[in-house]
């Protein structure tokens, strides 16, 4: 299984602020990251696929870059509605693993 | 709008087999492009994918749990379901069905609001 690593697990920021989650594969997954993000009591939402783009419907202060093994979700100027738990997924191999989440808190 | 939603028993006792059904509405469940499946989140927990199902029938299980996992698809009722058994404590979880899209996105699009299944005597 493709192992994928999350950092840090947990971040503090302020309205305003510019933020960076990392994420790293076990082994090269070209660019088959995706990332997700969680609300309290709701299902993930679907932020960016294929390591950099958008999902419909999602501002542009979300991008993702990266390739290989090591992949990036940047936040900026962080919104009241953005503070959630992160998690990228790889879909390059079954099975399809997730990171263990990054929680953004003020 | 494409729409998920799951269904089934929030109780399950240990041993027995836990079955969930995903109703789709909004959309065909015979469409080539996607894969249907489940995503599980223990309490406080991470996510994990469970497996997913074409409509053709083709199946991928997530290994830790291929010998309990069987995932069918109903294109008559638009509705796909899961049955995981032998359960124990430590399949309790939020159960999520999601849609996966594997032209381009190769992501999980759509996520049902998920339901809680908890495994108790």
């Known amino acids: 299984d493709i192992q994928m690593t999350q950092s840090p697990s947990s971040l503090s920021a302020s309205v305003g602020d510019r933020i960076t989650i990392t994420c790293r594969a076990s082994q090269s997954i070209s660019t088959y990251l995706n990332w997700y993000q969680q609300k309290q009591g709701k299902a993930p939402k679907l932020l960016i696929y294929g390591a950099s783009s958008l999902q419909s419907g999602v501002p542009s202060r979300f991008t993702g870059s990266g390739s290989g093994t090591d992949f990036t979700l940047t936040l900026r100027s962080l919104q009241p509605d953005d503070f959630a738990t992160y998690y990228c997924?790889?879909?390059?191999?079954?099975?399809?693993?997730f990171g263990q989440g990054t929680k953004l808190e003020i | 709008q494409l729409q998920l939603q799951e269904s089934g028993p929030g109780l399950v006792k240990p041993s027995e087999t836990l079955s969930l059904t995903c109703t789709v509405s909004?959309?065909?469940?015979?469409?080539?492009?996607?894969?249907w499946g489940w995503v599980r989140q223990p309490p406080m927990k991470g996510l994990e994918w469970i497996g997913n199902i074409h409509y053709s029938g083709t199946t991928y299980y997530n290994p830790s749990l291929r010998s309990r996992v069987t995932i069918s698809v109903d294109t008559s009722k638009n509705q796909f379901s899961l049955n995981l058994s032998s359960v124990t404590a430590a399949d309790t979880a939020l159960y999520y069905c999601v849609r996966q899209e594997t032209n381009i996105k190769v992501a999980f699009d759509y996520w049902g609001q998920g339901v809680l299944v908890t495994v108790s005597s």
């Open positions: 997924q790889q879909s390059y191999s079954v099975p399809y693993t």
């Open positions: 909004g959309g065909s469940i015979t469409s080539s492009s996607f894969y």
